[in-house]
């Protein structure tokens, strides 16, 4: 009923910065909160998240450096990245809790995930 596709991911050296995209699509009614997840050796941990309203929250690890940011109108939310770490290294998934239309025009209310983009921070 809805996909999520990430983009921007790559390899940087620590203290550089990198950007995250990830739009939602499909027969999408309403998208609540969206939010990006990290995955590294079989552990998966919240980064970020931000409501329809806007408001964020931040892991207490990238406070200060990422910045969560959405597009209501264009069903897109960024994650900035600055002054990355060897730590921050991982594969980020875009999360959303999306209410869509299937093909029976039932409403469906999903905790959705995208295919991860790998973040590789390293000299």
């Known amino acids: 009923q809805a996909q999520l596709v990430e983009s921007g991911g790559g390899l940087v050296q620590p203290g550089g910065s990198l950007r995250l995209s990830c739009a939602a699509s499909?027969?999408?009614?309403?998208?609540?909160?969206m939010g990006w997840y990290r995955q590294l050796l079989g552990k998966r941990e919240l980064v970020a998240t931000i409501?329809?309203?806007?408001?964020?929250k931040y892991a207490d690890s990238v406070k200060g450096r990422f910045t969560i940011s959405r597009d209501n109108a264009k069903n897109t939310i960024s994650l900035q990245m600055t002054s990355l770490k060897l730590e921050d290294t991982g594969v980020y998934y875009c999360?959303?809790?999306?209410?869509?239309?299937?093909?029976?025009?039932?409403?469906?209310?999903?905790?959705?995930w995208g295919q991860g983009t790998q973040v590789t921070v390293s000299s």
């Open positions: 409501t329809s309203g806007g408001n964020p």
């Open positions: 999360q959303a809790d999306i209410l869509a239309l299937n093909g029976n025009e039932e409403y469906v209310a999903s905790k959705s």
């Open positions: 499909g027969r999408i009614v309403r998208i609540d909160d």
